[in-house]
């Protein structure tokens, strides 16, 4: 059935979380087995208050992530996903993740809604970097600041352009996939139920249960994202 609404689409957008990149190396957040916050507390380790206040941790804990980042990269998922945007049969891609393992698989229209970890910023003249620079355990701006991730911390704003554009994407399309998401983190959790607001058709590939599930629908909770999209790519364009 999936096949058939993806070849039918004419406005399809894919929307992806942590559970994109678990095929690739990295832990995801909220998944029972090994999720991050299944030891941490987001709250006294990703958010602006850890910045301030325990700001040893908050640089150690995001130079792991920097370092798994750098370490690890797409798999065949997000080939397939750039492959289908070469093909015209994908519009745009809204991500949750800040791995950039999208772009470098070749896709071109990607809203990072939390920011990406390949780059860092001063957190008082906002002046950008590599996130190299935490690998080499730089942790200052050249004005003296400190250089925290360019990602979006709970207690921030999400990037304004990111949010327009996931808005307008979701609001056109006609079929909206979530890929390896708890979907249980606000506003990002919007995008489902705007598309389906505006008459797409959504669908959740996730191994466990969302938040949105009710509204899908489709969900497709036992099947891998990698395989699943391996298996659609084959009977799609094979
Ligand atoms: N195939 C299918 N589903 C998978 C796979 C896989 N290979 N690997 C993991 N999953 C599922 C897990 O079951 C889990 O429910 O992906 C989901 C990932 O959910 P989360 O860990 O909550 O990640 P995400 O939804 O992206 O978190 C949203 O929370 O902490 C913030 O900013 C962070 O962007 C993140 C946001």
């Known amino acids: 059935m999936l096949s058939n609404w993806i ?3 004419k406005n399809m957008v894919v929307f992806t979380g942590a559970g994109m990149s678990t095929e690739s190396g990295l832990p995801d957040f909220r998944s029972s ?3 991050l916050w299944r030891k941490k507390d987001p709250n006294k380790i990703a958010s602006t208050e850890a910045l301030n206040n325990n700001v040893d941790e908050f640089i150690e804990f995001y130079r792991e992530r920097v370092l798994k980042v750098k370490e690890f990269g797409p798999h065949k998922g997000h080939d397939i996903l750039a492959d289908w945007e070469k093909k015209g049969k994908i519009q745009s891609i809204i991500t949750q993740n800040v791995d950039g393992f999208h772009q470098q698989a070749g896709s071109k229209r990607v809203a990072e809604l939390h ?5 860092l910023r001063c957190q008082s003249c906002g002046k950008e970097y590599d996130s190299e ?5 730089e942790y200052h701006c050249s004005c003296g600041g ?3 991730p360019n990602i979006v911390l709970f207690g921030e704003m999400l990037p304004q352009d990111a949010f327009q554009f996931a808005q307008e994407e979701a609001v056109k399309s006609d079929l909206f996939i979530v890929l390896g998401s708890s979907l ?3 506003p990002a959790n919007q995008f489902p139920l705007i598309a389906k607001e505006h008459g797409a058709k959504l669908v959740i590939v996730n191994q466990e249960k969302t938040e949105m599930d009710r ?3 489709q969900v497709i909770p036992n099947k891998k994202i990698g395989e699943l999209l391996r298996e659609l790519d084959m ?4």
């Open 33 to 35: 087995n090994n999720g």
């Open 184 to 186: 249980s983190v606000t």
């Open 235 to 238: 009977e799609l364009f094979s």
């Open 7 to 9: 070849q039918q689409a």
């Open 215 to 217: 509204y899908a629908d």
């Open 146 to 148: 400190i250089l925290r």
């Open 133 to 137: 620079e935490y690998i080499n355990k």
């Open 115 to 119: 920011g990406s970890l390949q780059k």
